[in-house]
């Protein structure tokens, strides 16, 4: 009787863990898909011990007004709002379309500059190793639930098997 509770139980729990992940890289795959068809830029920021946002590189083509910025510099302003880190933060991330303009104000030696920058198109060679890795991510947790679940269908009855089918779940 516990046997055949523990056996549906098994089988139950991997097959909603299957779905699950399927669900999982569904979500995954659109969360790509979105990034894919948004715009992106070359200069990049990170966030400083102070919460203040500081370029980390910066890419020259991608600014059309004022003077680009410079390794360093840091941002105080995105679209003409000065606003809170997580409110900028918030603003850079937010998927916006290939071409759009992004506006932001950042200080350079104590001075502020404010420039305008035009959102390039994400290239297949930059999606390629996303795809790539999440392709394989999607693989390798197929196969650990798979040979679980293989290993539970030939051997239900030994317990090395259902801890293994355990331990791949």
Known sequence: MIGKLIKRLIWG???????YMLLLFAWEGSKMATWYRSGTAET??????DSALVISEVGLS???TGPPPL???TIIA?????????SML?????PKAPG????FTYLHEGEAERVQMVLKAVTIRELLPFLALQILRFLIVLSFIAVGLWAFNKQPESP??????????
């Open 13 to 19: 729990s991997g097959l909603l863990l299957l779905v």
């Open 160 to 169: 090395g098997v259902r801890a293994l089918t355990l331990f791949c779940m």
């Open 71 to 73: 390794v360093g510099d």
């Open 62 to 64: 991608e600014y059309v």
């Open 100 to 103: 759009d303009t992004l506006t």
């Open 44 to 49: 990049d920021v990170y966030v400083s011990e």
């Open 78 to 86: 995105v679209n003409d709002t000065i606003t809170g880190f997580e």
């Open 90 to 94: 918030d603003e850079l991330a937010h």
